[in-house]
């Protein structure tokens, strides 16, 4: 079992020359509504398509989940990846970066008490100049710290 924070939609990069067809954005809308999700929230009391709510306790809640799923828990908002972060839960980041620059805003993770050692696992570029970096988190629970890679194992990003 594997903790995933995610900053975009697994397919929207990949699918993005799709996103304009009908059906594409059906099929996508389909699949999202069907899956499984769990809604962190100290102020919502219901929600639809297949969202189950937490609110008090929910870094312990979340903690319990690996034990009954399957497969990779994605994980989206800058609140709950930091808290689950700060418990050394999250096994893998996976960020997408556009190049926009929107001169403000939120910073990807709230404020850490301690540095966050990543190891590059994957690099993707995506048309329009998007990219997709995936990082193995060190000290995840369950899980031996993450031994950074040398120089000669880390691709090295193209010259921008």
Not at 56 to 73: M, V
Not at 146 to 152: G, I, L, R
């Amino acid at each position: 079992m594997r903790w995933r924070a995610r900053c975009a939609r697994p397919r929207c990069c990949a699918g993005l020359a799709d996103w304009g067809r009908a059906d594409f954005r059906r099929e996508y809308g389909e699949v999202w509504t069907a899956a499984p999700k769990i809604l962190v929230s100290r102020t919502r009391t219901s929600a639809e398509h297949n969202t189950r709510i937490i609110g008090d306790d929910a870094i312990n809640q979340l903690a319990e989940l690996p034990a009954g799923t399957d497969g990779d828990i994605g994980v989206g908002g800058a609140t709950i990846a930091t808290q689950l972060l700060r418990a050394h839960l999250l096994d893998e980041l996976l960020l997408f970066t556009h190049p926009v620059a929107l001169g403000e805003g939120r910073p990807l993770f709230d404020e850490l008490d301690e540095p966050v050692v990543c190891d590059l696992v994957e690099q993707r570029s995506f048309d329009w100049g998007v990219t997709m970096h995936r990082y193995s988190v060190g000290g995840a629970a369950g899980h031996e710290g993450v031994t950074p890679a040398s120089d000669a194992s880390v691709a090295t990003p193209p010259d921008c």
